[in-house]
């Protein structure tokens, strides 16, 4: 089971950029796709992006294209979500999530490890 710790959040004003890390444990990280989700209190959960295990396949929610960008170092066995333009609307608790496959998905069941998530505040 690969263990996941998300870092990098904190306070940004908006229009400002963030980057977040999940540096995952273990050696099989390479043969997973990794994902991004983001919760806001009294909400479902978000699907924001995803990556297959090689980086060949990308996948990110229409209102977030051209400002996320996701990308990984299967050598440092970490997933980066860079976060630029942000809006008070990003605010949010964002999660990295390992999938014990090689192709990415949206969808929050499928993935099989969480880390404990990292905070992001946009100030307006």
């Known amino acids: 089971q690969v263990h996941l710790v998300e870092s990098g959040g904190g306070l940004v004003q908006a229009g400002g950029s963030l980057r977040l890390s999940c540096a995952a444990s273990?050696?099989?990280?390479?043969?997973?796709?990794m994902g991004w989700f983001r919760q806001v209190p009294r909400k479902e959960g978000e699907f924001v992006t995803s990556?297959?295990?090689?980086?060949?396949?990308?996948y990110y929610t229409d209102s977030l294209k051209g400002r996320f960008t996701i990308s990984r170092d299967n050598a440092k066995n970490t997933v980066y979500l860079q976060m630029n333009s942000v809006k008070p609307e990003d605010t949010a608790v964002y999660y990295c999530?390992?999938?014990?496959?090689?192709?990415?998905?949206?969808?929050?069941?499928?993935?099989?490890?969480w880390g404990q998530g990292t905070q992001v505040t946009v100030s307006s």
């Open positions: 990556i297959s295990a090689s980086g060949g396949t990308i």
């Open positions: 999530g390992a999938r014990r496959e090689t192709y990415a998905s949206l969808y929050y069941r499928d993935y099989n490890a």
């Open positions: 273990g050696r099989t990280f390479s043969s997973y796709a």
